[in-house]
Nanobody
Framework: QVQLVESGGGLVQAGGSLRLSCAAS????????MGWFRQAPGKEREFVAI????????YYADSVKGRFTISRDNAKNTVYLQMNSLKPEDTAVYYC????????????????????WGQGTQVTVSS
């Protein structure tokens, strides 16, 4: 079965960095766009970033643009999220998600557009 396993979360001071990883199995990784979402306590899950499956285009939420970088390694079936200049408001559970054959012009910010999800990893940024 399909599994997405996130790792790399933890506690960091404001201004610090973390790199999240998401290892995928049970699917043809190169056929999926890979995204990251996050959910803070009492808030809805929100889109963070996506990297497409064909030309590796990347898109980011305005709140993380310029600070976060998404990348993928198809040889390792892994997607990464490099998070720099972290802020307390970045505190959340971060989830990776897989979207089959993303097509330009379709939604990538809606969580319902994704086929598979990981279990999440906690990121806590202290002030």
């Amino acid at each position: 079965q399909v599994q997405l396993v996130e790792s790399g979360g933890g506690l960091v001071q404001a201004g610090g960095s973390l790199r999240l990883s998401c290892a995928a199995s049970g699917l043809i990784f190169s056929s999926y766009a890979m995204g990251w979402f996050r959910q803070a306590p009492g808030k809805e899950r929100e889109f963070v970033a996506i990297i497409t499956q064909e030309d590796y285009s990347t898109y980011y939420a305005d709140s993380v643009k310029g600070r976060f970088t998404i990348s993928r390694d198809n040889a390792k079936n892994t997607v990464y999220l490099q998070m720099n200049s972290l802020k307390p408001e970045d505190t959340a559970v971060y989830y990776c998600a897989a979207k089959y054959r993303y097509r330009s012009g379709t939604s990538y910010t809606n969580s319902r557009a994704y086929n598979y999800w990981g279990q999440g990893t906690q990121v806590t940024v202290s002030s």
